[in-house]
């Protein structure tokens, strides 16, 4: 098919020639990446369901299993397809895997065998539940092999050298972006008892509901509160992570926080039996505010103020909504100073991520020097304190040879051996 002489035919001309060298995958192949990667997400919030919501689970062979491993099926055809395409096409070796891939096969290979020792482990020692089902070996296993398959796209939209897809439209980001909502999604499925949208300590029935496990007394108020500061200020931190890292490479399109915040919020009740879902109207607005803020401050490395600032603004806007769709539907136990501070801790903390991601300029020397001006500089250091250690042939006494003068070594001159006149 012959491509028109414009620039849009110039530019598909252009990505036609990186394909064929073994670049970066086209758009469609991309979403179809992220799309069966987002089969295997899903598989895996039901099974979570499953272990968290029904007492009695005995085999292994279950739907949400067969959901969840059919679509580890498709994915590792997927990409297997995509390496013998690119060495059909003459690419050997490494050069046959597309761009931001080489893990996703890693992790093919990892859900694989996590997959049978999970089999072998249930046929063994039996069904976990609750938290047990979070922190199985073989689940871990398995979230990570998930999560370095769904992150293809996105390794692969990073590593792009192309300046005109810095600020991409919503559509030609939708890979990249689902890509990272999915990676968020494994990361909060592995702490969903940590999840603060769904384990909500300052509700008036939590106190009821966890008090056979501690008694007839039940637990203590401070250990209530204390769980619940951990876990706000460790949601926290997944939320805002993936959006300063996503600020760090793009300019993105209004709607991504948005569509990150509510699939993971979403999912995460999924995963716990629909438990409070009324949050989503504090994670969505929340989104949407994020949204707007980056449309109009345009928060970047080269706007570090900017960067820092959206940092703070964002946890207190999204807690903010916490605490107040929380109070309008159950009420809060916690008083305002417990709330507020709990607020303000989550500002400041990411306040403190956005120096971590974003940190400071290095001094001229070091950035020149690649980082190697600091090494440079100890080694000196320490060269000068050994110079200034007088050595071994200082102590000895200089011994000095009395030699003649250069003139007591010359011949004397043809005149000085001649006999004086008047003498025989």
Not at 176 to 186: K, N, Y
Not at 222 to 241: E, F, K, P, S, V
Request: aromatic share 8%; net charge positive.
């Amino acid at each position: 098919m012959a491509i028109r002489a414009t620039p849009r035919g110039a530019l598909r001309a252009t990505r036609q020639e990186g394909d064929a060298r073994g670049g970066r995958l086209r758009w469609r192949e991309e979403l179809i990446t992220i799309t069966l990667g987002l089969w295997m997400l899903i598989g895996l919030a039901i099974d979570g369901w499953a272990h968290h919501t029904r007492a009695q689970l005995e085999e292994f062979f279950t739907p949400w299993h067969a959901l969840l491993y059919s679509g580890y099926a498709a994915s590792a055809l997927w990409l297997c397809w995509l390496v013998w395409r690119g060495r059909r096409a003459g690419r050997i070796g490494r050069d046959a895997i597309p761009r931001g891939y080489g893990l996703g096969l890693a992790g093919a290979l990892l859900f694989g065998a996590a997959g049978f020792g999970d089999m072998l482990w249930h046929a063994t020692i039996g069904i976990e539940q609750n938290r047990k089902a979070s922190l199985s070996p073989t689940h871990l296993l398995l979230f990570a092999g998930i999560a370095l398959i769904v992150t293809c796209p996105f390794r692969s939209a990073w590593a792009s050298d192309d300046p005109a897809e810095d600020a991409p439209s919503f559509v030609a980001f939708l890979p990249a972006l689902l890509s990272l909502t999915a990676t968020l999604g494994v990361a909060a499925a592995m702490t969903v008892w940590l999840w603060a949208f769904v384990n909500i300590g300052h509700l008036p029935g939590v106190a009821a509901a966890i008090q056979p496990q501690f008694g007839a007394a039940g637990p203590p108020v401070d250990l209530r509160q204390d769980l619940g500061l951990a876990m706000i200020l460790i949601t926290n931190l997944l939320l805002l992570a993936p959006v300063l890292l996503v600020l760090r490479r793009w300019q993105p399109p209004f709607g991504s926080v948005t569509l990150i915040f509510a699939a993971v919020g979403a999912l995460m009740s999924l995963v716990v039996g629909l438990r409070h879902p009324e949050q989503l109207a504090a994670i969505v607005p929340a989104g949407l505010l994020a949204d707007a803020a980056i449309a109009r401050f345009r928060p970047c490395p080269a706007r570090p103020a900017a960067f820092r600032l959206f940092a703070t603004a964002l946890p207190l806007i999204l807690w903010g909504l916490h605490f107040l769709v929380a109070a309008l539907v159950a009420g809060v136990t916690w008083p305002p100073e417990l709330w507020l501070g709990a607020v303000i801790m989550a500002a400041l903390s990411g306040l403190t991520l956005s120096v971590l991601m974003l940190p400071p300029a290095l001094p001229e020397h070091v950035r020149t020097e690649g980082g190697e001006g600091v090494k440079r500089g100890r080694r000196s250091r320490a060269a000068d304190r050994f110079n200034r250690r007088p050595s071994s042939s200082a102590l000895r006494p200089r011994q000095t040879a009395l030699r003649p003068p250069p003139s007591a070594l010359r011949p004397p001159p043809p005149s000085a051996l001649r006999p004086p006149p008047g003498r025989s």
